[in-house]
């Protein structure tokens, strides 16, 4: 595989973005392709044999495209399709979630109360509780749905009155009580982190996916030996339905230049 071939990067929207952007910073000679699949959003609240077709054919598509390794940008996919996804296409590249790179560094930090909020499947899926558990015996973890977020911000509604008072209810839950940490279990959410931040008053560690995963995939590229070692990146990003939001997003992230091709899978 060529050092200097692109990473796939995929998501339902713009929540991949800030994993992205956290992959940018932390290894800025590599080249990306992103596929936000927004004519499918949000995956959260569709079926577990949809996730995985869809996830399917975006990774056969990004591998078409010469990518060197997958990065499933989004904690509804990690859950539901990393098994399959990996089984397939595993041993011809890396494939990495967003689930596992967090639970390892929740294990370091040995928290024991421990709350994740996530799309509907992501908390079903029981992912994080699971995975936790392996590492942590005595970790206890309170998950919490949160399905009206993708929406709020693919609506371009985040830092609104609207976000605060949809994050007030979902962080008043109970459950969410006496948390030590919060995983924000959807790449979306780094996009509410201030509000998420406000709301719980610097009381909670808060755990964002997004630097923990880049730091992952850097040390995933460097054991396969396919970290890129030339100078200049470039980025392509495919958007299986074109919106104003991604693209609004999107160049609030990287520049006012950005390549937006519309791709439609199926
Ligand atoms: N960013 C995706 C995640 O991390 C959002 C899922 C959705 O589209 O509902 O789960």
Redesign the pocket.
């Known amino acids: 595989m060529a050092k200097n071939s692109p990473i796939g990067i995929f998501?339902?929207?713009v929540?991949?973005l800030t994993v992205a952007n956290a992959i940018a910073d932390a290894l800025p000679k590599e080249s990306f392709i992103y596929f936000g699949d927004t004519k499918h959003?949000?995956?959260?609240?569709k079926s577990n044999e949809a996730i995985t077709k869809y996830s399917l054919e975006i990774v056969d598509f990004l591998i078409g495209e010469g990518c060197k390794a997958i990065v499933i940008?989004?904690?509804?996919?990690?859950?539901i399709a990393y098994d399959v996804l990996n089984e397939k296409y595993g041993k011809i590249l890396p494939v990495i979630n967003?689930i596992d790179p967090v639970v390892e560094a929740i294990a370091l930090r040995k928290h024991h109360l421990v709350g994740v909020i996530?799309?509907r499947?992501?908390i079903n899926s029981r992912a994080y509780e699971t995975r936790l558990h392996k590492e942590l015996s005595d970790v206890h973890v309170s998950s919490v749905a949160t399905?009206l977020l993708?929406p709020v911000i693919e609506e371009g509604l985040a830092h609104t009155s609207i976000s605060r008072q949809i994050l007030a209810h979902y962080l008043s839950n109970p459950a969410l009580g006496s948390i030590q940490a919060l995983i924000l279990?959807?790449?979306?959410?780094p996009l509410l982190h201030q509000e998420i931040e406000d709301l719980l008053e610097n009381k909670v560690e808060i755990i964002d996916s997004p630097q923990i995963v880049a730091e992952s995939v850097s040390q995933i590229l460097s054991a396969h030996g396919i970290l890129a070692n030339q100078k200049h990146s470039s980025h392509l990003f495919y958007l299986s339905d074109y919106t104003e939001t991604f693209h609004r997003i999107a160049k609030t992230f990287f520049s006012e230049s950005i390549d937006l091709i519309e791709k439609r899978l199926d």
């Open positions: 998501d339902s929207g929540g991949g959003l949000p995956y959260g609240d940008a989004c904690n509804t996919a990690s859950a967003v996530g799309t499947a992501t399905p993708v279990g959807c790449t979306h959410y």
